[in-house]
């Protein structure tokens, strides 16, 4: 495909070929090559040659197009080109030349030479061509070739630059032999040694010098200080201060040795006594204060102090209109009485000269006083009554320098009008007392047992101290006899608190107890107050519901009492119904009068006894119950059922009645033999709530309770229905109030009010707590009301016996009630009494 035409062009190509080397050859006999490359030069039609400073890898001659010249490096080794000394070759396209080395130049000014012989290169002065090139402070050296930017003494070489210099420190560094007396004080380049802000040369050495010895400058005996004249001065190490006299103190808005201070003279403070007390004691004392205050002379605070504790001793010595006054008034006065105890041994305390001050007054009111300087570290302040171990610097606080005071002021007879003070618990406290004592605290009742103690110091913010403070306090004579306490009494730390009626109360929160022993008790506190050690009797009983129960069990002893009576010897009601009346009310009276007896655990430790009662009082409160239980069981086959007479027999009754609780008061005093626990605490001997123990009483109670509801429930509505079939035209009000006396009847004979005591969850809850007391409390006077004075057949006895009593004619007295017996024989039958109900 194709053939002819490929032919064709493939003899085309021959021809040219041919053509073109004849041509060639012609021309090669006749003239120089045209393939020479470049740097090159030709010799004849097929040959070229390297011109001088290149060369080819193929030799001198060049006879292929492929071949190439390269430039020749005279200045790589080993080199061909001789520059001298000082001096550089450097290469270039076919040849070289040689330059001066850097810091070097040519004698005749050029810039290059070709060969050794021109080398005329010598060294070049910078520093004097370049006056400028290093930077201030710096001093330019020449060498040989270059320069050096050299620093002078006291200076050293930036480490950013090395041509700038910046100064040495001398002072700083150390590399000074300055005396410790003097001042290093350095300069630009050197420094020198001068005598410190209020020291001076020693005689023949002159400031400034590094050889300069100084001294202290006594600027008070001088007389080159400022100080006011109401201030002392005092020379300090290189200064003075101007502090304040004996008996002075820094005006308003100064403080106390600085070179302003300005110093005035203490007064006596003002104390005025509490509002609306009518007192003539309070007003005498107060008239003795006034007194004190008028003669008042800061060289005699010590006298001050003693007049003062006299005269509160004068006071509360023989109280007389005193303890007249209403407790508020009492309370009021004492916290007036402390309040103003406290800043005014704090103000005069300033005025001490001495260390130290304590006294003893005869009445046995003690004062320890400390004056120190500020600083840290503990110290202890105590008499008698009472030590305080303290930081100093809680003392002084950060108010102004000087002097601080702390002093401990200790009356026994404070006590006397801070009688029968409350205690108010924190939320924290209250609430580790009710989970310990398994039931609410309605405050307490307080025993001191130490002297009140008033603690106060120069700084005056002690809501909140820094650091705690340590006391220990001794317990009073007297009181070391009652070491002994009650479960519910306990020792405690407190303070009086004052509260916005200028009154005031005991309070613990901020304070713990660290140990007690026989005759002191030690504890800690982050504030400060007036404190006391006392005993606190904590009430985890309401008074009030307390009252109500002793009163309603005694109540309803007399009243069961009676009823186990009537029931004995009254015969016309005795049966089925009136032996579980008798056996209910027997189980309710024993169990009544063992709760009286022994509930309260007054020694606080679970013995024997208050095993045993915890014991009684489980099984009997059980027994009646289940005796409850029975009541329901013969209401419902008397009203329900219908069958009247047909209930259970008398032994099967006991069985029921008796043996049931025995049976679980046996093996809960199984468990609780191996348990370790649960008949008795330290508060009642009752069940312990450790490991579910109360569920022995509290599940039995809830079952019978629950089965007795349904019974009432359906009583009731039995009753309704006959009501309505024995005489529909009774009237609805009448039927209302007969169907109401007969459901609470049976509301207390069943037991379901003790339903108030199940839902009681929470013991605080004082409404239910109120209604369950009452009601429960009062359920034997109910059962003696309903059985006995209710029940007709009971009433004509109790006439019978009246009348008997009285030496009356019961003839008579039935001929009287027969009219009577007629006239109701209609409404017979509604009465529940009368029908046993």
């Known amino acids: 495909m194709g053939g002819p035409h490929r032919g064709v062009f493939l003899l085309f190509r021959v021809l040219c070929v041919s053509l073109t080397l004849s041509e060639v050859g012609a021309q090669s006999t006749r003239a120089c090559a045209r393939w020479c490359p470049p740097n090159s030069s030709c010799v004849n039609g097929t040959t070229c040659r390297c011109l001088p400073g290149f060369s080819s890898s ?88 270059s320069y050096t930017c050299l620093c002078p003494p006291g200076l050293k070489p930036d480490p950013r630059d090395p041509k700038l210099c910046t100064d040495v420190n001398e002072c700083t560094s150390g590399q000074n032999p300055c005396h410790n007396s003097t001042h290093c004080f350095n300069l630009v380049g050197r420094y020198e040694c001068r005598c410190r802000p209020g020291w001076e040369p020693t005689p023949g050495s002159p400031n400034g010098p590094l050889n300069t010895v100084c001294k202290d400058k006594d600027e ?18 290189g200064s003075y201060v101007c502090g304040c006299r004996p008996g002075w103190v820094p005006k308003p808005g100064f403080r106390n040795k600085q070179n302003t201070t300005v110093c005035e003279e203490i007064s006596f403070p003002a104390w005025t006594p509490p509002p609306g007390i009518q007192s003539p004691s309070l007003s005498r004392f107060f008239e003795r204060v006034q007194s004190i205050s008028r003669d008042f002379k800061a060289a005699s605070t010590q006298k001050t102090m003693k007049d003062l504790i006299l005269s509160l001793d004068d006071l509360l010595k023989t109280t007389g209109d005193l303890e007249k006054l209403n407790l508020s008034s009492r309370h009021q006065t004492a916290a007036s009485l402390l309040t103003g105890l406290e800043h005014t041994l704090r103000t005069l305390g300033k005025a001490i000269s001495k260390d130290s001050f304590t006294y003893h007054s005869p009445e046995g009111t003690e004062l320890s006083l400390v004056v120190q300087e500020q ?155 007036s404190f006391a050690i006392l005993v606190a009797h904590y009430n985890v009983e309401d008074p009030k519901l307390t009252l109500i129960t002793k009163v309603g069990l005694s109540l309803s002893l007399v009243c069961l009492l009676l009823c186990i009576l009537t029931f004995l010897l009254v015969r016309p009601i005795q049966g089925s119904r009136t032996t579980v009346h008798l056996h209910l009310c027997i189980c309710l009276f024993v169990g009544s009068a063992v709760f009286l007896a022994g509930i309260e655990n007054k020694g606080g430790q679970v013995g024997l006894r208050c095993r045993l009662v915890a014991g009684l009082l489980h099984y009997w409160f059980l027994a009646a119950f289940c005796w409850m239980s029975l009541e329901g069981m013969e209401l419902y ?14 032994r099967w009754l006991c069985l029921i009645g008796y043996g049931v609780p025995l049976v679980i008061v046996a093996i809960s005093a199984i468990f609780a033999a191996t348990y370790k626990n649960g008949y008795g605490n330290s508060l009642y001997c009752w069940l312990s709530h450790e490991n579910g123990f109360h569920w022995s009483f509290q599940g039995p109670v809830t079952f019978i309770v629950l089965c007795n509801a349904v019974i009432f429930v359906t009583t009731v509505w039995k009753l309704t229905q006959k009501f309505s079939e024995i005489n529909p035209d009774i009237k609805k009000l009448k039927k209302a109030r007969v169907l109401t006396v007969t459901a609470i009847a049976q509301l207390f004979v069943l037991g379901c009010t003790w339903v108030f005591g ?64 007629s006239s109701h024989s209609q409404t017979r039958a509604l009465r529940p009494s009368q029908s046993g109900m």
């Open 220 to 237: 008070c005996s001088s007389g080159q200080h400022q100080c006011h004249n109401s201030t002392i001065c005092t020379n300090t190490v």
């Open 375 to 529: 600083g840290n570290g503990n110290i202890t302040i105590g008499q008698s009554h009472a030590r305080m171990l303290l930081d100093w610097a809680v003392a002084a606080g950060a108010g102004e320098p000087g002097p601080a005071v702390a002093g401990i002021l200790s009356s026994p007879n404070m006590q006397q009008l801070l009688s029968d003070s409350s205690l108010d618990l924190d939320l924290e406290k209250k609430a580790q007392l009710e989970e310990s004592y398994e039931s609410p605290v309605h405050g307490a009742q307080l025993r001191l047992l130490s002297a009140v103690n008033s603690v106060f110091l120069s700084n005056t913010n002690t809501d909140k101290l820094d650091s705690p403070v340590t006391f220990a306090f001794s317990h009073l004579p007297g009181t070391e006899e009652q070491k002994e306490h009650g479960p519910r009494e306990e020792r405690i730390c407190a303070f009086w608190k004052h509260d916005g009626s200028s009154s005031g109360h005991w309070a613990t929160s901020g304070c713990r107890i660290l140990g007690t022993g026989n005759d002191s008790t030690t504890c800690q506190c982050n504030h400060l107050s």
């Open 758 to 821: 199940l839902l009681l969850f929470d013991a605080r809850s004082w409404v239910l707590s109120y209604i369950f007391t009452i009601l429960n409390c009062l359920q034997g006077f109910f059962l003696f009301l309903l059985y006995c004075l209710l029940n007709k057949k009971v009433r004509e006895e109790y006439r019978k016996w009246a009348c008997m009593v009285t030496r009356n004619k019961y003839s008579e007295f039935a001929t009287t009630t027969s009219g009577s017996s």
């Open 637 to 650: 086959f008397l009203v329900v059922r219908v069958f009247q007479g047909q209930g259970l027999r008398k």
């Open 58 to 145: 193929s030799g001198e001659i060049l006879s292929s197009p492929v071949d190439s010249c390269d430039d020749i490096n005279e200045c790589a080794p080993p080199s061909t080109a001789s520059c001298g000394k000082n001096a550089d070759c450097q290469n270039t396209e076919g040849g070289y030349y040689c330059t001066c080395v850097p810091g070097y130049e040519l004698a005749s000014g050029a810039s290059a030479f070709r060969n050794e012989s021109e080398n005329t290169c010598r060294d070049v002065d910078e520093c004097q061509q370049k006056p400028k090139i290093c930077k201030s402070r710096s001093i330019c050296v020449n060498t040989q070739g």
